[in-house]
């Protein structure tokens, strides 16, 4: 199977080639999902539904805080178009929407748990560094 590139972002940063066998689609779809799933706002909402289940969405919004209606709806229709996110419109006057995660983002919710612990464990190391870093005198710019 002949493989396609991938993005050419993504292929100019790339220190090892996948091997030959990698399935383009599959490739792809990793690539698709991790753009997607990574940002700030996907990994809070995950996190909110993760401990509080099935909320409304301007509950939503408080406990992720600091969002955009317009962002918070945005990344919730991204998080249901990828199967992470059930909506729910109840046929009442007003209107009652909630969400509540799938049983695919709640395994991606465990799969998220990994980093966090990772973070955790590291933190006071990634602090030095990042003080070590900044301690530095300015670096001439790239050109």
């Not at 962002?71 to 992470?84: A, F, H, I, V």
């Not at 980093?115 to 710019?141: D, G, K, M």
Request: charged letters at 25%.
């Amino acid at each position: 199977m002949k493989r396609h590139p991938a993005d050419p972002a993504i292929e100019s940063r790339r220190k090892v080639p996948p091997p030959a066998d990698t399935d383009p689609a599959i490739e792809a779809l990793v690539q698709d999902i991790i753009a997607k799933v990574a940002d700030k706002w996907t990994m809070l909402i995950l996190e909110v539904l993760e401990e509080h289940g099935t909320l409304r969405f301007t509950q939503i919004g408080r406990l992720v805080g600091n969002i955009s209606q317009k962002m918070l709806t945005k990344t919730l229709r991204q998080m249901e178009s990828d199967g992470l996110v059930r909506r729910t419109v109840h046929p009442v006057i007003p209107p009652h929407v909630d969400y509540g995660l799938t049983n695919l983002g709640r395994t991606l919710g465990s799969a998220f748990c990994g980093v966090w612990i990772w973070a955790e464990t590291h933190h006071a190391e990634i602090e030095e560094a990042r003080r070590l870093f900044n301690e530095q005198p300015p670096r001439p710019a790239m050109e």
